[in-house]
Structures are given as structure tokens and as C-alpha cells.
């Protein structure tokens, strides 16, 4: 069974930073995706970041409003993806969940054509305000 558990969110000042981790378990071979998504309230959810584990090369997606602050990592040994968010803003303000998928590329997981897909963990609360 796959167990993906996120942590790290907090309260932070505008400009600072925070460092999510995914902790993932229970991933079969198939599963070649990990990405971080979003959703503040009343907005609807999106994709923040996707990178490609275990025997992918690695290749990522950043959604055009984090590119530049954002960097998605991974670490196969721990089976642990980290999203650092730098020059934070308010605007980022949201839940953030990750979610490991089987059998795509990181562009179609984290644009995808419904929210249907993969295995997802209970998110992580990140507030940016002064």
C-alpha cells in the first residue's frame, strides 16, 4: 500500500523560505512520478513541481509561477522528495500535498486532464503573511 506523508509546512514572513518533504513508502517500480501540488481556498488545485524518480533521469516541471524560487529533489536511497521554496509570497499561501503517480512523464502529471490519478498524502499547511 502507498503511504506518502508530507511535512515541513509552517508560517513564514514574505521573502523567507521553507523545505517540504515527501516521505514515500510502499512505491512499486511502476510508480515513476513524484510531484508537489497545491490548492488555496476557494481556488482550485495545481501543480507546483514534478520530478522523475527511481530509474527516470531525473527530468523536471515547474509550474511558471514558482520557477526560479522553487527546487524539487530527490533522493531514491530514502525514497524522499524535498521541495525547497525560496523568496516566498503570500500568493503561495495554500495546502500542499504530494502525490506519486505510475507510468507518466512530469509535464502530464503536473498539467493533468483530471485529478483522477495516483496516490496522494494528507498535505502540508504553508502560510506566507507579515
Known amino acids: 500500500q502507498v503511504h506518502l506523508v508530507e511535512s515541513g509546512g509552517g508560517l513564514v514572513q514574505p521573502g523567507g523560505s521553507l523545505r517540504l518533504s515527501c516521505a514515500a513508502s510502499?512505491?512499486?517500480?511502476?510508480?515513476?512520478?513524484i510531484g508537489w501540488f497545491r490548492q488555496a481556498p476557494g481556488k482550485e488545485r495545481e501543480g507546483v513541481s514534478c520530478v522523475s524518480i527511481g530509474d527516470g533521469d531525473g527530468s523536471t516541471y515547474y509550474a511558471d509561477s514558482v520557477k526560479g524560487r522553487f527546487t524539487i529533489s530527490r533522493d531514491n536511497a530514502k525514497n524522499m522528495v524535498y521541495l525547497q521554496m525560496n523568496s516566498l509570497k503570500p500568493e503561495d499561501t495554500a495546502r500542499y500535498y504530494c502525490?506519486?503517480?505510475?507510468?507518466?512523464?512530469?509535464?502530464?502529471?503536473?498539467?493533468?486532464?483530471?485529478w483522477g490519478f495516483g496516490s496522494w498524502g494528507q498535505g502540508t499547511q504553508v502560510s506566507v503573511s507579515s
Open positions: 502525490a506519486a503517480d505510475w507510468e507518466t512523464t512530469v509535464q502530464d502529471m503536473c498539467v493533468p486532464k483530471h
Open positions: 510502499g512505491l512499486t517500480a511502476r510508480y515513476n512520478v
